[in-house]
């Protein structure tokens, strides 16, 4: 064995640059093409930070009613993607819903584009798919939800934004301004997050000149892990577990024997607690009081202290944002597909970034395997024949 320095996971190995945002664990900060994370989501339609991820700047008025024009003409999800929507099992996950249905998206638009050599793309066919998943998304989530629960679907609303169109689509009434805030809020938080594994996913398949949405769809296999996105999910089944603040200390002292993650918490960046987790926790406070759920609150503060005083692992997005959206009345399964509606715009916004690379990624690999030998050694045994 050589003493060739192997980084699993990556950990800690920068591998190329990117102007799409910056995560700083020594300041526990996290800026958005130079913007601080917490500034916009206080100040910005999710529509206008989607813009400030993929041209690099915040868009005027006139740029803004643009992409909102564009992105109503792509809210509806059209009978054939309906119908493939309608094909996936109803006790399939959500996450394999929206794959199937974005991958029929991208096939019907990448149709007739020829050989593999055109599949990658120009910018600006780039940046319109980037705004047909970003539009087309909300719908997917929304008619999956709705399905599962025996619903008919409901049509968007032109006359609402993308947050609160998102809302309607889902509960078929329109959400109270608190909740259309915390809700937009948490898209913003959710957006992008530099080379996390789903967005490096992208990113590879990109290097290859492969399309936009091959890319999409592979970063949508890696968020669905629970190491990852599928976090929020989880921490919601850990809740329903602990059932009350009171039970946080023996369910923890099992959990912790059994050496189970906590999920919800820790990150392989962040040590010293994930810098979006203020933004989103104040979004969650406004959320407990308006529906009036002060246990939620109870029960997550507990268990935070708990834990953090024990293993000195911090809470990271997921963990507000999983009692975030059950409140709102999103059902679990529901969680990590609002995930990938937020992260489409950081994924595409890096694909459009490693596209203009044009540098295809290939790491190298340390062989441990067997020594060299060859097939006149090999005897097979009669049982294998
Ligand atoms: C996201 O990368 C990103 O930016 C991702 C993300 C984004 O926006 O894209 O921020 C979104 O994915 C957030 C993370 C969501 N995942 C979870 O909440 C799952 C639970 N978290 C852990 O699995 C873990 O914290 C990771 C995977 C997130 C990070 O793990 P690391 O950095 O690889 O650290 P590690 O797994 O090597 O843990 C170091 C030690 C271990 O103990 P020992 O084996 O050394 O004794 O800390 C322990 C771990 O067991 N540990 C935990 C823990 N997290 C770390 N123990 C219990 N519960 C946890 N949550």
Redesign the pocket.
């Known amino acids: 064995m050589t003493d060739t320095e192997i980084k699993k996971?990556l950990?800690g190995v920068v591998v190329d640059y990117t102007a799409v945002s910056k995560?700083n664990p020594e300041t526990n900060s996290l800026l958005y093409r130079g913007y601080p994370v917490q500034e916009l989501a206080a100040t910005q339609s999710f529509e206008a930070v989607a813009y400030l991820l993929w041209h690099g700047e915040l868009p005027t008025d006139v740029q803004l009613a643009q992409l909102r024009a564009t992105e109503r003409q792509y809210r509806a999800l059209s009978p054939d993607v309906r119908a493939v929507i309608d094909h996936v099992p109803l006790d399939a996950h959500p996450m394999d819903e929206v794959r199937t249905a974005v991958s029929l998206i991208g096939a019907k638009d990448l149709a007739g584009s020829g050989s593999v050599m055109d599949a990658g793309g120009t910018a600006d066919e780039n940046l319109a798919r980037s705004i047909r998943l970003f539009a087309a998304l909300p719908a997917i989530v929304a008619y999956g939800q709705r399905r599962r629960r025996g619903l008919e679907p409901v049509e968007s609303r032109d006359d609402l934004d993308y947050a609160a169109n998102f809302l309607w689509l889902t509960f078929g009434k329109e959400a109270d301004e608190v909740v259309v805030d915390a809700f937009n809020r948490s898209m913003i938080l959710?957006a992008?997050?530099?080379?996390?594994?789903?967005?490096f996913t992208a990113r590879v398949v990109t290097s290859t000149l492969s399309d936009l949405y091959s890319a999409v769809v592979a970063a949508i296999g890696a968020?669905k892990g629970?190491?990852?996105?599928?976090?929020?999910e989880?921490?919601l089944h850990i809740f329903d577990e602990i059932g009350t603040a009171s039970n946080v200390v023996p369910w923890l002292d099992t959990a912790?024997a059994e050496?189970?993650?906590?999920?919800?918490?820790?990150?392989?960046?962040?040590k010293r607690g994930?810098s979006?987790v203020p933004t989103m926790k104040a979004a969650l406070d406004t959320l407990v009081e308006h529906y009036d759920r002060p246990e939620v609150a109870e029960l997550y503060d507990t268990l935070e202290s708990e834990?953090v005083s024990r293993?000195g692992?911090y809470p990271?997005?997921?963990?507000p944002s999983g009692p975030a959206y059950n409140l709102i009345g999103f059902d679990t399964l529901t969680f990590t597909p609002l995930f990938v509606a937020a992260?489409v715009t950081g994924w595409t916004a890096h694909i459009m970034e490693q596209a203009s690379a044009n540098a295809l990624i290939r790491p190298l690999s340390e062989y441990n395997g067997p020594d060299e030998r060859h097939i006149d050694g090999y005897v097979p045994d009669e049982a294998v024949l």
């Open positions: 996971g950990a995560v959710y992008e997050h530099s080379f996390n594994a789903s967005t968020l629970p190491l990852h996105g599928g976090a929020n989880a921490v912790l050496k189970r993650k906590i999920m919800g918490f820790g990150h392989r960046v962040y994930d979006r834990f293993k692992i990271n997005l997921d963990y992260r």
